[in-house]
């Protein structure tokens, strides 16, 4: 699709903005065996919503009125199971943009973000309902997912009289289905993802053998005695193939160092700080530093190794800094 | 050291498509179109054609293309490996091809959808195949989240302002100049969008030390170019921009994106290693150099290009930027198109096409006078570095 | 309900720092949460509850409903500041679905204190990772309790 059509796409839809649709009527007035059915479902035992010594006790509201969660804002006023809304909700649709992006191909709808103001909690016998305006459509973007437009909703949360209780900015992508390739397989069941597992093939086996073995090995060729990592099979000084291994104390400096924050990958946790260390034996040796925050990494900081199995059949020389030597006493 | 390809071939036709986050085709004819548009440049045909050559990374075969643009025969035909660092490498072939009497003219191309396809900085990059050398680099990374670019190159980067007193600032300043260039080509991406100094220090970090506005934005598009003997570029209308010298670069520290474990991160051993050799073959010095067209993927390593190839000392590249040299009107303009920072990432070939066009004197951001421009290759891999000379 | 009462502990501002972070927080997954949070927040969208229908939709499973995430926001933002503390605002990205058989774990940080007339507020950033990445980040504003306890 060019640019021209989104840009005529546009066009036509931007007039369908600022309208401000509504009302959505709810169903029932907040009631407490909703506000509890909430709370249970959710396991939210905020003494706050259900507890009513402790409101009379310890808050601003009234003991005998249950208090619904500020997060419920938006369910007071949804459809029922048969997908009605309230009685008394308008009937002017306010998802005619969504209608008008749906016959131009995008099919997909996916909630991006949210954005809210909770401007009072409700009260048992409050009275919801909410008007909708959409006030932005954004130019066509590319994302992971495909082609698409960023639509966000005004929801205005209203109660009995007319006051704002809670407000929020609702951004959907209004995107294109990318169409399967013939024989695309089944989605398969959801997996956690793990680390890429290094490759462990005959010039590097014995790297991560070690560390499962509780061991960080480094390579030392047995003719000259130079030292080596990563492991490579031929001793760049000397040219020989012989080497066997010298088991490191995990003990070295930070020679540099970064600190990742995006993209954020999983499984890591983020920030994500990757340092590179100069070993006291002389080789250097790529790992994270776990422990110290961002602003505390220093180059030439003293770190320690612990080897750390970060899943199963992985284990990792993972560094800390190092703490204050203590002198053993004779 | 022989020099027989300097000066024996020019580029004489350079073709590109537009440049975007989603070309809505396949690599397949992004390549096609761009290769097609550079031969219609030079007023050359496809049976023309005798030669090609490419990158690895480049997904497009020589023999279709070679079909689909009119072609007959190919004598010669190359690829160079190491992504970006293999912007160059393909003119040091072609050169060489055409200086030994192998073939007469050559088709050079780069196509890919980067940004709607695979995306290298997603992390997502590698296949598993454990054959695979890229795979069995980074084994060595990748199970501790360490398998983006940026966050490579950041700890060059942060050596670099360890051992030279550079700041974050000083990388932004490079950043700066770029989007400045690239606000007035309209073909940039940031084309119309420039930013300040003050913008780059609030943008998010990305990995310490580098921030989103010292990383070029993955792009679609295809860039080609048409090289043939000096002899026959005589008879073609464009100016030919002769290649005076032209060199690839390994050396024994290089690794793909992580050379960690040499004397020191904070240089580029590789230009270090050819640059006086780029001169010398073109029997030229840094300043005879009228622009210059650097690989700047992230801001941080357009510096130790600067002291490699002379036009500062080493250290004193953060001084050089800041007195503005590398800008629009300065004693060397860096990347007048606005670079891979301001333009597009297509793997440093732009940055090539850029420096055919301020030969030309066709450029829209045009420094007067032009004639020598240094282009280099990606850094932190093998890579590689040419002068292109006003014919 | 006594017996839930005593874990919560109003944070007040004295308390606090900035760069100080929230007690992580673990919710298994399980096909039971997904419905009963579904049914509980009204949202009767069939991929909450029918895993066939889910399927059919191109994903693995029934997942979890966007209400409920923002109700377990909510949780996690007062069972960290007490009862006595009020949410002020909640803003956050969605990202990888909450499916059957995951664990996510919540996690947050103090990014800044301020005051809004007499009223302390601790300004929060949050994230909820799962197997898969995140599903949930964002940040929220919590009005503290003006007394411990």
């Known amino acids: ?330 | 050291m022989s020099n027989t390809l300097s000066r024996k071939a020019a580029i004489v036709g350079i073709g590109a498509t537009e440049f975007s986050k989603d070309s809505g085709r396949s690599e397949m004819q992004l390549a096609c179109e761009a290769v097609k548009a550079a031969l219609d440049d030079a007023g050359l045909k496809g049976s023309d054609i005798d030669g090609m050559s490419s990158f690895s990374m480049d997904n497009n075969w020589e023999n279709e293309i070679l079909r689909q643009v009119g072609g007959k025969e190919l004598k010669f035909f190359s690829r160079t490996e190491f992504g970006g660092g293999a912007a160059c490498g393909p003119f040091v072939h072609a050169a060489t091809a055409i200086a030994s009497g192998l073939c007469d003219t050559v088709v050079i191309y780069r196509a890919l959808n980067e940004r709607s396809g695979l995306r290298f900085g997603s992390g997502q990059m590698m296949n598993n195949s454990p054959l695979d050398p890229n795979i069995i680099n980074f084994s060595h990374y990748f199970p501790y989240g360490f398998m983006t670019p940026a966050a490579w190159i950041a700890f060059s980067a942060r050596r670099y302002m360890h051992e030279y007193g550079a700041t974050s600032e000083d990388f932004g300043r490079v950043a700066v100049a770029m989007r400045d260039f690239a606000a007035t080509n309209p073909n940039a991406f940031f084309y119309e969008r420039p930013i300040t100094l003050e913008e780059h220090q609030a943008s998010r970090m990305i990995a310490d030390p580098l921030r989103l506005y010292d990383c070029c934005q993955e792009s679609d598009g295809a860039v080609a170019f048409v090289v043939t003997s000096v002899e026959r570029a005589k008879d073609l209308a464009n100016t030919p921009a002769v290649i005076a010298s032209a060199r690839q670069s390994i050396v024994k520290e290089s690794r793909m994106m992580t050379p960690f474990y040499g004397e020191t991160l904070s240089g580029i051993p590789e230009f270090d290693a050819c640059a006086g050799e780029v001169y010398s073959m073109a029997g030229l010095s840094p300043s005879d150099i009228d622009v210059a067209c650097l690989y700047d993927h992230f801001s941080p390593w357009v510096l130790p290009q600067l002291e490699a190839f002379g036009f500062c000392d080493r250290g004193e590249a953060k001084d050089f930027v800041k007195d503005g040299h590398i800008n629009r009107g300065g004693k060397l303009p860096v990347n007048p198109h606005g670079g891979q920072l301001g333009e597009a990432y297509i793997h440093g070939m732009n940055g090539i096409a850029e420096a055919v066009r301020q030969i030309r004197g066709s450029s829209v951001n045009q420094v007067e006078k032009v004639d020598h421009v240094l282009i280099t290759a990606g850094a932190g891999v093998p890579t590689g570095a040419a002068i292109l000379e006003r014919g | 309900m006594s017996d839930v009462n005593h874990k919560f502990k109003n944070v007040i501002a004295s308390d606090l720092s900035v760069g100080d972070a929230l007690p992580e927080f673990e919710l298994p997954i399980t096909a039971k949460l997904v419905v009963s949070t579904a049914m509980a927040s009204q949202d009767f969208q069939d991929v909450h509850h029918d895993k066939d229908a889910a399927i059919a939709k191109g994903t693995p499973d029934i997942f979890m409903n966007i209400l409920t995430t923002n109700g377990f926001v909510g949780r996690y933002l007062t069972d960290w500041a007490g009862p006595g503390s009020r949410i002020k605002k909640i803003q956050f990205n969605l990202g990888a679905p909450n499916y059957p058989g995951d664990t996510m774990i919540m996690s947050g940080e103090v990014t800044e204190l301020s005051q809004d007339g007499e009223h302390h507020l601790a300004h929060v950033n949050f994230k909820g990772k799962n197997g898969m990445g995140n599903h949930v980040s964002g940040t929220a504003i919590v009005q503290l309790a003006t007394v411990a306890g």
């Open chain 1, 1 to 330: 699709m060019s640019d021209s059509s989104a840009a005529d796409i546009l066009e036509r839809i931007k007039p369908l903005m600022h309208k401000r649709v509504g009302p959505y009527n709810s169903w029932n007035p907040v009631s407490r065996t909703q506000i509890w059915q909430w709370c249970s479902a959710m396991g939210d035992h905020n003494p706050l919503y259900l507890d009513d010594q402790y409101r009379a006790e310890h808050s601003e509201f009234s003991r005998d009125k249950a208090v619904a969660p500020p997060a419920m804002m938006q369910m007071w006023s949804m459809r029922d199971v048969n997908g009605n809304d309230g009685p008394g909700s308008t009937t002017d649709n306010l998802f005619e943009i969504l209608a008008a992006l749906e016959e131009e191909g995008y099919e997909g709808i996916m909630a991006v973000s949210y954005d809210q103001t909770f401007h009072r909690y409700l009260e048992e016998g409050d009275r919801a309902h909410h008007y909708s305006t959409i006030i932005n459509v954004s130019d066509l973007k590319t994302t992971g997912i495909g082609k698409g437009f960023f639509v966000t909703q005004l929801a205005e949360f209203m109660d009995q009289n007319d006051e704002l209780f809670a407000e929020a900015r609702i951004t959907y992508f209004k995107y294109q289905v990318p169409k399967k390739p013939a024989g695309a397989s089944k989605p398969s069941a959801p997996g956690k993802i793990n680390r890429i597992h290094p490759v462990e093939n005959h010039d590097h086996e014995h790297f991560w053998q070690g560390l499962r073995d509780g061991k960080l090995l480094i390579q030392k060729c047995d003719d000259c005695g130079e030292l080596r990592h990563p492991p490579q099979p031929m001793c760049e000084h000397c040219q020989s193939l012989n080497w066997s291994t010298i088991e490191s104390k995990g003990k070295g400096t930070v020679y540099t160092y970064t600190v990742m924050h995006y993209p954020e990958i999983p499984p890591f946790d983020y920030p994500n700080a990757i340092v590179l260390v100069d070993l006291e034996e002389g080789v250097r040796i790529v790992s994270q530093l776990i422990g110290t925050k961002p602003d505390d990494i220093k180059i030439g900081m003293p770190v320690e190794m612990k080897l750390t199995e970060v899943q199963e059949d992985m284990t990792l020389p993972l560094f800390h800094a190092a703490g204050p030597k203590i002198e053993e006493k004779p």
